[in-house]
């Protein structure tokens, strides 16, 4: 299992709210904890059952891995034990590499997700790496769920990062490569954010993250976002190593 906070106010009260299920993050709610499981998604008892003991536990979203065919349709079954046990905790589905074909390959699973995690590091690559992330936010949009655009530091988006480290070269005092990383970290998730909206996503759907290993970096990171946007963000540490 992982800890993570959603923070409504890190820093600062002008962040936009948005809610999951029925939760509400940003603005002037409080923070939030989210915890994620570590079982087989797809073995249905035994995710519903860790997702219950988060809950009582005090966990006020749980993340769950949708990372195949069986994951997928594990979820409608998973919602429904949840709800005839009358636990509404908001189920956030992360997804990667194949997320735009679960999706839409499983309309069900989509519509029973109180939120999707996307990370831009892991979507796509090349040319489709676009039309990838964009089938994931239109599936979001068409369904009315908020999106949680999670940036990692052992994940970056390798072609955004080549490209800033070539303009880095180039300039007269370059940056050191951690700081370059850090640049990159926050620009996918800006610019992710960006064409979500492009896409039909409203602001009031996008939250942001960029997790890193470092407490320090975490920190600079995160008092750099909320300096530069009003997005709702997520925080969470990763383990040294970790793209989670």
Not at 22 to 29: F, K, P, T
Not at 87 to 94: A, E, L, Y
Not at 205 to 213: L, M
């Amino acid at each position: 299992m992982s800890l993570n906070l959603n923070l409504g106010d890190y820093k600062r009260r002008n962040s936009i709210p948005v809610k999951i299920g029925n939760i509400s993050v940003g603005g002037s709610n409080p923070i939030i904890v989210q915890s994620m499981t570590n079982t087989d998604t797809a073995d249905i008892n035994k995710t519903y059952r860790q997702i219950l003991d988060l809950a009582k536990a005090g966990s006020e979203i749980v993340r769950v891995t949708v990372d195949r065919d069986d994951s997928a349709k594990a979820i409608s079954y998973i919602k429904e034990k949840l709800l005839k046990a009358n636990c509404n905790v908001p189920i956030v589905g992360d997804f990667h590499y194949i997320g735009h074909t679960l999706l839409k390959k499983f309309p069900d699973c989509a519509k029973m997700l109180d939120k999707y995690r996307i990370n831009p590091g892991n979507v796509g690559f090349k040319e489709k790496k676009d039309i990838q992330f964009s089938s994931m936010i239109e599936v979001a949009a068409k369904n009315n769920k908020p999106v949680r655009i999670g940036v990692n530091w052992g994940s970056l988006d390798q072609e955004l990062l080549s490209n800033l480290m070539d303009k880095n070269s180039k300039l007269k005092k370059p940056l050191d490569s951690e700081n370059v990383m850090r640049k990159a970290l926050k620009l996918s998730a800006l610019e992710s954010a960006k064409r979500a909206e492009e896409l039909g996503l409203k602001k009031e759907q996008i939250i942001i993250s960029c997790k890193v290993s470092e407490l320090q970096t975490l920190v600079e990171v995160y008092d750099e976002l909320a300096s530069e946007c009003d997005y709702s963000l997520h925080l969470g540490m990763n383990p040294k190593g970790s793209s989670a």
